[in-house]
């Protein structure tokens, strides 16, 4: 059957060949003169697949602005005949399905262009590598095929690609202006890196928190490739960077992925020799955080590999650089071209060994975890809804989860105490096993603490999931049994009739969506600021109850708006049927708060950090779907403020505020609004006049703390000039897991423990406030739960506010110093920031 489709095929293609154009005769001119539209990119890309038989598109989603998500898969006419049995081989091997591979052995090599759409010569490259892998005249690189899968994605971001391609259209000189001081190498805010909400695509591989992402990584389970390369760019005078990478490797990096990056680069070099082309290998891209486009798919058995050309929206189509040569478009894009292809070459060459270690990294994985522990346990008496999303996450990223079959008492270690102890695993209990297919990312994702190597990172050095989800969990060394896992559901219980009011405990981020659903609905909701007892349930601070009075206006659908809305998020509501309670306040009391429906203004632009505003902005339109005005810094001390109940100025230096205008928001404030200031925002606001935020408590501290660095600033002259690099780790906090205080009597902390663990982004410390609510604090640096913080940035937490309120008037200041919503992960932060805009207040 194969062998005739084969015969029918390849005249055919033989004959189709002919009309296969190259980029320049489709586009109209030579690659590195304009840069293509994304369009047009996937025009050139269905176009090779109509006249080449051995080309295939697969589109895999839509970006937020509707551009199309596609690959390429290219190899031989008769691999692409059985193009899925080999694919589905591929997964056998590493177990991942069931079945034994009977198909030839081929190598998968995946190349991704432009997750950051202002590096953007890395598109134009994917349109030349292309076009050189379907030329069939090209008889070396049509035998690599023989033996190699080849996809291509010509755009990760699209929507941040067009940024800067439409940008540097409406902004570039008639001939390119070489000079870097000219505007078309001066991208505005917030430049074309990001996607449509200005997120990092390079950071969101593991967490998937944006449509890219997620709708990429679905068609990537679904090949795991053997190598995959992620193209980027950096500053106009770097070399080229190609693997080996940096140190700190994660310890779970295989010899043979060390081994296999080195050939890779060996082989480049050879290249880049060849013409003279200078590159670097080695330095500063280290392989650690999980969430890269080169440390995912190592994670996941692959060789993955990050390539660094210069450029960068500084490159512009020419740039003079330092040496005082000028770099162009073309020459960018030829380098991307050549690494593309020579990985494509090496892996041919290897497939054997390629194949052999694929399979050998999840047999062994799943035999044999290389950690400390085995399982990792979520008890089913956490929130329901925590575990559910977890358990979605896990499967969007292809691990498997189990439940325990039996219970039994055993030493684990306790994630919340962070120290081990006797632990009770009971039936029903959530089971993801290091024993699985995919052991070495469950690892790296669940372990208390990341093993590293060494401390000079690039991002992130804690991320253990049971903290980015709040829950309790522990981890175990012996087996567990267990068996498949089920949807762990609470009954919604049947309500009739019309009750007296409906009840909701507060719980996390899906009463967020039901409160904001009803909302829109215009249904009037109350917050219960005490707790309360009825018909022997207990229900904390927080829990929402929505009474039929103050809702006749919606008559006879008011029980069937607020039924539906509870249907449509899973909500299981309590009906009562008497505002009076057996313990605490009733129904009608003060206690009891109508939560007014804000409206509320988002400062976005120069001076406001873009990803900080995109997580927020990201919150509001698709986490919990309330709107948002977004409002510019350029005219924002211009507008009416009392437009606005809650004004949210996001991470960043806010540059735009003076001194008059501080005193203008503090007076909307005392007049009622609510000003929540995020993250290094507060640093504008530090012992101003009006604001009781301060960095030290007393005059005396600040003494102290100042003579403390005299001192040490004495010492560290005579530091030597090698361990420049190193002694600036001293002062990180590299992205480190603390567990905050937390005084859940307050709104700002409504529906959580009396701890938070937080992600601690920054080393900066602010003191107690004065006059005002420390409702989430640290005392100590025993706070440190997970990841790296250096010596001197240790200091810092001693007896510091990370969440506070301040009351002013009839108004009131949020302070969030760690940013609760940073890339949209930090699962448990949600609902804190849900407080901020709709409990606190009322
Ligand atoms: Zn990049």
């Not at 313990?583 to 873009?610: A, E, N, Y």
């Not at 997580?615 to 403020?641: A, C, M, N």
């Not at 200031?677 to 507060?682: H, R, T």
Request: charged content about 25%.
């Amino acid at each position: 059957m194969r062998n005739a489709l084969i015969q029918i095929l390849l005249p055919v293609s033989v004959l189709f060949a002919g009309g296969l154009k190259s980029p320049a005769e489709f586009l109209g001119y030579e690659l590195g003169d304009y840069f293509t539209y994304h369009h047009r990119v996937v025009s050139y890309y269905e176009h090779v697949a109509d006249v080449a038989s051995n080309v295939k598109i697969i589109p895999y989603g839509k970006t937020y602005e509707q551009r199309p998500l596609m690959v390429a898969v290219i190899s031989s006419d008769e691999n692409m005949t059985m193009l899925d049995d080999l694919r589905m081989d591929n997964l056998k091997r590493a177990g991942l399905i069931k079945g034994k591979a009977s198909g030839k052995k081929v190598g998968i090599v995946w190349l991704s262009y432009n997750v950051h759409g202002n590096e953007a010569s890395s598109t134009e490259a994917a349109m030349k590598t292309l076009h050189a892998l379907a030329d069939r005249k090209n008889k070396s690189i049509q035998k690599w095929l023989e033996n190699t899968i080849v996809i291509l994605d010509p755009c990760i971001n699209p929507d941040g690609r067009d940024r800067y391609a439409d940008w540097f259209r409406m902004t570039g000189n008639r001939w390119p202006d070489k000079d870097p001081l000219s505007r078309e190498h001066m991208e505005p805010w917030p430049g074309g890196r990001t996607n449509h909400y200005y997120f990092d695509l390079n950071r969101d591989w593991a967490w998937q928190t944006q449509i890219e992402s997620e709708s990429r990584i679905a068609l990537y389970n679904k090949w795991m490739p053997h190598v995959h390369v992620d193209f980027h760019e950096q500053g106009v005078n770097n070399p080229y960077y190609f693997a080996p990478a940096a140190e700190p490797f994660h310890e779970y990096i295989t010899d043979w992925q060390r081994e296999l990056q080195t050939m890779i680069g060996k082989n480049h070099a050879k290249y880049f020799d060849e013409n003279n082309w200078l590159y670097f290998t080695k330095e500063i891209f280290d392989l650690l955080y999980p969430s890269y486009g080169d440390t995912y798919p190592t994670y996941n058995g692959a060789i993955g590999m990050t390539y660094e050309q210069a450029g960068h929206s500084r490159g512009g189509l020419a740039v003079e650089t330092e040496d005082g040569d000028t770099l162009t478009l073309k020459d960018r894009l030829t380098h991307h071209h050549t690494t593309g292809l020579s990985t494509v070459e090496v892996a041919s060459q290897n497939v054997d060994r390629i194949v052999a270690e694929f399979t050998k990294f999840f047999v062994e994985g799943k035999k044999k975890p290389q950690g400390e522990y085995n399982h990792y346990i979520i008890p089913k008496s956490n929130n329901i809804d925590k575990v559910n999303d977890l358990k979605e996450w896990l499967d969007k990223n292809g691990i498997e989860h189990r439940v325990a079959s039996a219970g039994k008492s055993v030493k684990g270690f306790n994630y919340k105490i962070g120290k081990k102890e006797q632990v009770r695993l009971n039936k029903g209990d959530l089971v993801v096993s290091a024993k699985q297919p995919k052991s070495v990312l469950v690892q790296v994702l669940f372990e208390p603490r990341t093993a590293l190597v060494d401390t000079l990172t690039y991002d992130l050095t804690a991320w253990s999931l049971p903290y980015v989800y709040g829950l309790d969990a522990f981890a175990i060394k012996g087996d567990v049994k267990s068996s498949t896992a089920r949807h762990f559901t609470s009954k919604l219980k049947e309500i009739s009739g019309s009750p007296y009011a409906y009840i909701l405990p507060w719980k996390g981020i899906h009463d967020l969506k039901f409160l904001a659903y009803l909302f829109k609905n215009n249904i009037v909701v109350r917050v219960s600021y005490e707790p309360f007892e009825m018909g022997g349930v207990k229900y904390g601070r927080g829990t929402l109850v929505i009474t039929r009075k103050g809702n006749e206006r919606h008559g006879h659908s008011f029980d069937e708006i607020v039924r539906n809305s509870a249907q449509k998020f899973g909500r299981s509501l309590k009906a009562a049927s008497t505002g009076l309670v057996s313990k605490g306040k009733d129904f009608g009391s003060s206690s009891m708060r109508v939560v007014k429906r804000p409206k509320v203004g988002l400062i976005s632009g120069d001076g406001v950090g873009s990803y900080s505003f995109g997580e927020v902005w990201h919150f509001f339109e698709r986490q919990i779907e309330f709107p948002v005005t977004v409002l510019g810094s350029d005219y924002f001390t211009r507008i009416p403020k009392h437009d606005f109940d809650v004004l949210i100025l996001p991470g960043g230096s806010h540059s735009y505020l003076n001194k008059e205008f501080l005193n203008e928001l503090r007076h909307w404030v005392r007049s009622g609004g609510r000003l929540i200031i995020m993250d290094s925002a507060m640093d504008k606001f530090v012992d101003q006049k009006g604001f009781g935020l301060k960095k030290f408590a007393t005059d005396e501290e600040k003494k102290a703390s100042e003579d403390k660095d005299k001192e040490r600033n004495l010492t560290e002259r005579l530091k030597p000039y090698k361990d420049r690099q190193r002694s600036g780790l001293s002062q990180n906090a590299y992205g480190s897991i603390v567990k905050v205080k937390m005084d859940n009597s307050h709104p700002l902390a409504f529906g959580y423990d009396d701890s938070y663990f937080s992600l601690k982004l920054r080393n900066r410390r602010y003191a107690y406030l004065p006059k005002g609510w420390n409702v989430g604090t640290i005392q100590d640096s025993t706070a440190i739960v997970s990841g790296f913080v250096g010596y001197k940035a240790q200091e810092n937490f001693r007896e510091s506010m990370v969440f506070g309120v301040e009351e002013i008037g009839r108004g009131e200041v949020v302070y969030l110093s760690n940013n609760p919503l940073f890339r949209a992960f930090w699962y448990n932060g949600k609902m804190l920031f849900g407080n901020a805009i709709f409990i606190l207040g009322n």
